[in-house]
């Protein structure tokens, strides 16, 4: 299946109606990278740098990271790079870094949180990714970000690190600011935090959990709290239209991009770019350039109106297999 694909590998990405949309990947470690260029992939909408910590002895420092965000940036020829900064908390286990035991690590110290409370970790990984941007198309984007103080702190903390960089004679490239969206406070805060961002992206796997209180690990919850459920859907759509609003990107990079069935709903609700799994990767892709852009819309009109999941799903069901 996987090789009937590849003939649309460098087909464009875009409707049947010619509406463009970019695809990226998500990778989670080096060796991912090879295969989102043998799909085609117009670069990384998030590359997880937690796997530089798992088994490691000790931290990786400046130079070790410096050196494998260039191989990453080099490998991609001039494709974007988006690099979310260490997303770490106590649920997962990081012999090298000092964490609290918490009695709730998916609402304590994670993602800018654990940042903000530990940045040398933060600068040293800042600093090697300011001095990869010298190399290619970089963008730094910051997990668990709910509201303005965060990002304003992460940004003092940034100009330390171009301070020391400057200090120390270290050249540096420009980078653009995101923020991955992924608590319901963050959707609401839009407002005020998106004139210090260049680019947003949507956590759905994380979205989800937050807004219905639903552990996304938990399979007893699975079915009944689905991304594909109304309030989501709502939140989804309000962070669309703030970042329309503005000089804004705004793309998605949970799981629930790498649904082919979805696509058609995502796309129709106003995503222009979307970061997928490599292995589900073409096959979002024939889904996109299959159908019409005006269907899209028309399609995400009416799952956007619908009050229950098994609606939902069946309007998203149908959608599908009326283009099969
Ligand atoms: C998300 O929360 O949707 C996301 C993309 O990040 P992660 O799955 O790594 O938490
Ligand atoms: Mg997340």
């Given at each position: 299946?996987?090789?009937?694909?590849?003939?649309?590998?460098?087909?464009?990405?875009q409707?049947?109606?010619?509406?463009?949309?970019?695809?990226?990947?998500?990778?989670?470690?080096?060796?991912?990278?090879?295969?989102?260029?043998?799909?085609?992939?117009?670069?990384?909408?998030?590359?997880?740098t937690?796997?530089?910590?798992?088994?490691?002895?000790?931290?990786?420092?400046?130079?070790?990271?410096?050196?494998?965000?260039?191989?990453?940036?080099?490998?991609?020829?001039?494709?974007?790079?988006?690099?979310?900064?260490?997303?770490?908390?106590?649920?997962?286990?990081?012999?090298?870094?000092?964490?609290?035991?918490?009695?709730?690590?998916?609402?304590?110290?994670?993602?800018?949180?654990?940042?903000?409370?530990?940045?040398?970790?933060?600068?040293?990984?800042?600093?090697?990714?300011?001095?990869?941007?010298?190399?290619?198309?970089?963008?730094?984007?910051?997990?668990?970000?709910?509201?303005?103080?965060?990002?304003?702190?992460?940004?003092?903390?940034?100009?330390q690190?171009?301070?020391?960089?400057?200090?120390?004679?270290?050249?540096?490239?420009?980078?653009?600011?995101?923020?991955?969206?992924?608590?319901?406070?963050?959707?609401?805060?839009?407002?005020?935090?998106?004139?210090?961002?260049?680019?947003?992206?949507?956590?759905?796997?994380?979205?989800t959990?937050?807004?219905?209180?639903?552990?996304?690990?938990?399979?007893?919850?699975?079915?009944?709290?689905?991304?594909?459920?109304?309030?989501?859907?709502?939140?989804?759509?309000?962070?669309?239209?703030?970042?329309?609003?503005?000089?804004?990107?705004?793309?998605?990079?949970?799981?629930?991009?790498?649904d082919?069935?979805?696509?058609?709903?995502?796309?129709?609700?106003?995503l222009?770019?979307?970061?997928?799994?490599?292995?589900?990767?073409?096959?979002?892709?024939?889904?996109?350039?299959?159908?019409?852009?005006?269907?899209?819309?028309?399609?995400a009109?009416?799952?956007?109106?619908?009050?229950?999941?098994?609606?939902?799903?069946?309007?998203?069901?149908?959608?599908?297999?009326?283009?099969?």
């Amino acid at each position: 299946r996987r090789q009937a694909l590849m003939i649309y590998k460098d087909k464009p990405s875009q409707t049947l109606d010619g509406h463009r949309v970019t695809l990226l990947a998500n990778v989670g470690n080096l060796n991912e990278i090879s295969h989102i260029t043998d799909v085609g992939a117009q670069g990384i909408g998030l590359f997880r740098t937690e796997f530089l910590l798992m088994n490691a002895k000790a931290l990786p420092d400046e130079q070790q990271q410096y050196k494998l965000y260039c191989d990453a940036v080099h490998s991609l020829e001039g494709n974007v790079l988006t690099i979310r900064t260490f997303d770490i908390g106590a649920d997962k286990e990081i012999p090298c870094l000092t964490q609290d035991n918490e009695d709730n690590p998916a609402l304590g110290i994670r993602g800018i949180r654990y940042s903000l409370t530990h940045p040398r970790t933060f600068i040293t990984q800042v600093k090697a990714i300011l001095r990869a941007a010298s190399h290619g198309n970089i963008r730094l984007m910051f997990p668990m970000v709910s509201q303005v103080e965060e990002l304003e702190a992460a940004f003092v903390l940034i100009e330390q690190a171009k301070a020391e960089l400057i200090e120390q004679q270290k050249s540096f490239g420009s980078i653009s600011y995101g923020i991955v969206v992924e608590t319901p406070a963050a959707v609401l805060n839009l407002p005020s935090m998106l004139p210090h961002l260049d680019f947003i992206s949507i956590g759905t796997n994380d979205l989800t959990q937050y807004t219905l209180a639903a552990d996304r690990t938990n399979p007893n919850l699975a079915k009944e709290y689905p991304p594909l459920s109304p309030a989501v859907i709502q939140l989804i759509t309000l962070t669309i239209s703030h970042c329309k609003q503005t000089d804004v990107s705004v793309s998605l990079c949970g799981e629930l991009g790498s649904d082919p069935q979805v696509l058609p709903l995502l796309i129709g609700l106003g995503l222009d770019e979307l970061s997928i799994n490599p292995t589900s990767f073409l096959d979002v892709k024939v889904a996109l350039i299959k159908g019409n852009y005006q269907q899209y819309v028309e399609h995400a009109q009416h799952v956007a109106s619908l009050t229950r999941i098994d609606d939902i799903a069946k309007a998203i069901n149908a959608f599908a297999h009326d283009y099969d």
